[in-house]
């Protein structure tokens, strides 16, 4: 195997182990217990379902290669996608969701009424998840209100490194004098992250910092375009559905989910053949 092939085989198995594991964890440890959580060995749902969701491409790198591994294949995916669903994060499931219908896209014919239908699905699968936990949806939205005036006061260059944890705090306090009455004020807690990893590099390195970002995607866009094999595809689906979980939570303050952006950019420059 080459470099890329052996690290694929290593995170696809060290994903169906991790999956197999919070089953396990759901059947026997909380089997006496109330709490119904998959956590796997994190310290919350959200990690446990961020690392499924990165190593959940590199499961489909073996679909159709044989009778054998395709079997392999689909229970594996099968084991992944219920362990996210059973972790209730909801985040991860639209993650898999997005990576699922991506995956299709990629591998069938697609016509008007197919993207509709993908279209409608997606949003009434948004409004479901959102309608599930609806406090806790809105209290995001009260975080990002005050992430945005965090923003509009140093919109260029941003707080620094930690920025966010060192001045948020201020901001809702400053919104709840301005707004007393507000429907939010029972939604209040101690925030530490904005459960969304683009506010939050707005937030830290500012505009400067965010468009830096935004041509390193389309340098990586640009470089997946020069060669779509088959290995940058499961290279750009895995930084897709990380880019989805970033929207709703914060996956990249655990290493497993670095360590497979880095492994997907990798793929995609090395296959660009620049």
């Known amino acids: 195997y080459n470099f890329i092939s052996l690290f694929i085989h290593i995170s696809a198995f060290s994903t169906f182990l991790l999956a197999l594991y919070g089953l396990i964890q759901l059947i026997w440890v909380n089997y006496a217990s109330s709490e119904k959580t998959i956590i796997g060995n994190f310290d919350n749902p959200a990690g446990y379902a961020s690392s499924l969701c990165a190593g959940f491409p590199m499961i489909l790198y073996f679909f159709n290669r044989s009778k054998r591994y395709t079997y392999c294949t689909v229970f594996a995916g099968l084991l992944i996608v219920i362990s996210t669903i ?153 930084l897709i559905g990380i880019a989805v979980f970033s929207c709703f939570s914060y996956p990249l ?6 360590v497979m952006i880095i492994l997907s950019v990798y793929t995609i420059i090395k296959y660009a053949n620049y």
Not at 253 to 258: E, G, L, N, V
């Open 253 to 258: 303050s655990y290493p497993f989910t670095w």
């Open 86 to 238: 059973l972790s209730d994060s909801r985040a991860g499931i639209l993650s898999m969701a997005t990576m699922i219908i991506i995956w299709s896209l990629l591998k069938a014919k697609v016509n008007k009424k197919m993207l509709f239908l993908l279209l409608l699905g997606t949003m009434l699968l948004i409004s479901a998840l959102y309608l599930y936990k609806k406090d806790s949806a809105d209290g995001r939205i009260l975080i990002w209100q005050c992430s945005w005036e965090m923003i509009k006061d140093k919109p260029l260059l941003g707080y620094g490194t930690g920025g966010f944890r060192a001045n948020y705090m201020n901001y809702q306090a400053k919104y709840f004098k301005e707004n007393p009455e507000s429907l939010y004020s029972i939604l209040a807690d101690n925030i530490n992250k904005p459960f969304n990893e683009y506010i939050l590099l707005l937030i830290n390195y500012g505009i400067v910092g965010f468009s830096i970002f935004l041509v390193f995607v389309y340098f990586l866009w640009k470089s997946y375009r020069r060669n779509p094999c088959f290995e940058s595809k499961i290279a750009l689906i895995c």
